[in-house]
Nanobody, 111 residues
Framework: QVQLVESGGGLVEPGWSRRLACKTSESIWKFNTMGWYRQVPGKEREFVASLDGSDTANYSDSVKSRFTIFKDTRKNTLYLHMNLLEPEDTAVYFC?????WGQGTQVTVSS
């Protein structure tokens, strides 16, 4: 069973940056697709960004040019760097690796 531990959530002001981390319990090399999703109460979980086996990144239109997904293979960690955060980015962010999900980390964008 792969364990995913997310960190980095919190309260941030509009326009500021935040970086989320997702540490995997197994070597990151074994996973084909890694990504981030987010969810707000009453809505379905939505795709944010993903990284495939060839390190090709994909982003939702709402975060493209503001967010960056990348990984550190030495630390077995997936990251989501978020710039120019907006109140609409407020959500619980989930890490996804193949069929596994993290517990989620809350990001609140508010002044």
């Amino acid at each position: 069973q792969v364990q995913l531990v997310e960190s980095g959530g919190g309260l941030v002001e509009p326009g500021w940056s935040r970086r989320l981390a997702c540490k995997t319990s197994e070597s990151i090399w074994k996973f084909n697709t890694m990504g981030w999703y987010r969810q707000v109460p009453g809505k379905e979980r939505e795709f944010v960004a993903s990284l495939d086996g060839s390190d090709t990144a994909n982003y939702s239109d709402s975060v493209k040019s503001r967010f960056t997904i990348f990984k550190d293979t030495r630390k077995n960690t997936l990251y989501l760097h978020m710039n120019l955060l907006e109140p609409e980015d407020t959500a619980v962010y989930f890490c996804n690796v193949d069929v596994y999900w993290g517990q989620g980390t809350q990001v609140t964008v508010s002044s």
